[in-house]
């Protein structure tokens, strides 16, 4: 079992930043992959950003070039560095796993709020 806590969500204006971390009870080295999902209201939960045990990276079209996703296997945290932020990023931000066993885990989610 694997237990994701994520935080740094907040209030931000546009065209600000956000960093948030996601830290991982287990060691993220053993996980398949993270990734950072969302879901605005109304919305069905997306993808945002992903890390492949092997530090391969892909992002969502919409937030290409302004967000970027990294890790640090020692913290076992992996982050999403958030830029030029727009309402429309507007969302619960959540952290997800998936093991060498193919179970996914999810963190509890984390408010992220841009005014215009």
């Known amino acids: 079992q694997v237990q994701l806590v994520e935080s740094g969500g907040g209030l931000a204006q546009a065209g600000g930043s956000l960093t948030l971390s996601c830290v991982a009870s287990?060691?993220?080295?053993?996980?398949?992959?993270i990734a950072w999902h969302r879901q605005a209201p109304g919305k069905h939960r997306e993808l945002v950003a992903a890390?492949?045990?092997?530090?391969?990276?892909n992002y969502e079209d919409h937030v290409k070039g302004r967000f970027t996703i990294s890790r640090d296997t020692v913290k076992n945290t992996v982050y999403l560095q958030m830029n030029s932020l727009k309402p429309e990023d507007t969302a619960v931000y959540y952290c997800?796993?998936?093991?060498?066993?193919?179970?996914?885990?999810w963190g509890q989610g984390t408010q992220v709020t841009v005014s215009s």
């Open positions: 997800k796993a998936e093991d060498r066993l193919g179970f996914y885990y």
């Open positions: 890390i492949t045990s092997g530090g391969s990276t």
């Open positions: 287990g060691s993220i080295a053993d996980m398949n992959y």
